[in-house]
């Protein structure tokens, strides 16, 4: 997978990092990856919101289709369920669900 010519990561602490620094969010690297891939639950998303919710970091979690797309936050964290695949991407905009 590509995202404007970089690689993906494929970690979920790697990704989260990405999200928040994209959201203006400064956090270690070093302190997230410890902090998320140390959680009892990791790699559950459940890692990811406790580690949000220690930072005492507002979130919210919504299931929607492609008809809210102009609604929503941006940068956001999309969980994408795809047959046999499932993955964390981080969205910077509404014209990026089109790539």
């Known amino acids: 997978m590509k995202e404007n010519n ?3 990561p494929k970690e ?3 990704t989260a990092h ?3 620094s994209s959201a203006g969010i400064k956090v270690n690297s070093n302190y997230a990856k410890d902090a998320i891939t ?7 998303l459940t890692a990811l919101t406790d580690f949000l919710e ?3 970091m507002a979130y ?19 969980h994408i369920k ?3 695949n499932e993955y964390l991407h981080v969205i910077n905009n509404a014209s990026e669900w089109d790539k």
């Open 82 to 84: 795809q047959p046999g």
């Open 38 to 44: 140390t959680h009892p639950d990791y790699p559950a």
């Open 18 to 20: 990405i999200w928040l």
């Open 60 to 78: 919210d979690a919504v299931q929607a289709d492609a008809s809210y797309i102009h609604e929503f936050n941006y940068p956001l964290l999309a």
């Open 12 to 14: 979920l602490f790697a």
């Open 6 to 8: 970089k690689n993906i």
């Open 54 to 56: 220690s930072g005492g």
